[in-house]
């Protein structure tokens, strides 16, 4: 199973772009991208998800380089309220068979 | 609103006193997990049901049962718990397929006493 490395924490300011890249070396021809949020004392919420190259939903980008080893989580403009963990998770076959790992997660902190 | 609950939202129970937490949903998802999170560290997953199809990570201890009686109720059961199970207990759910997502509840804080 792939392994995920993430940087354990961040800051930011209000209005920033912040990127946060992921690390998954030994990522496997069907595993997925994808990235939750999670806020204190409450489940992790889905945020973006991908295969390859770039997508983008009304959250956030998610940029996949063509040996897919990485990837980078970009949330534009940030407020308070993006303060929140974030992981990075590999899915094999995209999340329904099990065998999810959450790595240790991005701390970030938007500071006014 | 289609959702993921989990029931209670905060349960306290005694060191070996046997504990149910219950999730429940509305998005007809055939997939239903359970996690372990304890405090500063990311969610672990324990086991996760396939419609009736029951799977057991590797690690999980025997300690940790659970049912699905049908395809909406989940519940986790926990034996004998103890102080080292003192933890957020989150619930998630997904479709079946390739390239889905898990939907999560808010979760259920165990303390054990």
């Known amino acids: 199973l792939a392994k995920t490395t993430q940087p354990i924490s961040m800051d930011s300011y209000e209005g920033q772009e912040v990127n946060i890249t992921c690390s998954h070396n030994n990522i496997a021809t069907n595993d997925y991208i994808t990235w939750y949020q999670q806020f204190p004392s409450q489940g992790p919420r889905f945020i973006i998800q991908g295969y390859k190259t770039k997508v983008t939903n009304e959250v956030a980008s998610l940029f996949i380089p063509a040996d897919r080893k990485s990837s980078t989580l970009s949330l534009p403009r940030v407020s308070l309220s993006d303060t929140a963990v974030y992981y990075c998770l590999i899915d094999p076959y995209g999340g329904s068979q099990g065998n999810l790992i959450f790595g240790k997660g991005t701390k970030l902190s938007v500071k006014p | 609103d289609a959702m993921v609950i989990q029931n209670p939202r905060y349960q306290v129970t005694q060191f070996g006193k046997p504990v149910t937490l219950s999730c429940s949903q509305t998005?007809?998802?055939?997939?239903m997990y359970w996690y372990q999170q304890k405090s500063s560290q990311a969610p672990k997953l324990l086991f996760h049901?396939?419609?009736?199809?029951?799977?057991n990570e590797a690690d999980t201890p025997d300690n940790f049962q659970s049912r699905r009686p049908n395809t909406s109720f989940c519940f986790l059961d926990i034996r004998s718990p103890g102080l080292g199970d003192a933890a957020m207990y989150l619930c998630a759910t997904s479709r079946e397929g390739v390239g889905v997502t898990q939907y999560f509840g808010p979760g259920t804080r165990l303390t054990v006493l």
């Open positions: 049901y396939y419609d009736k199809d029951f799977n």
């Open positions: 998005l007809n998802h055939n997939v």
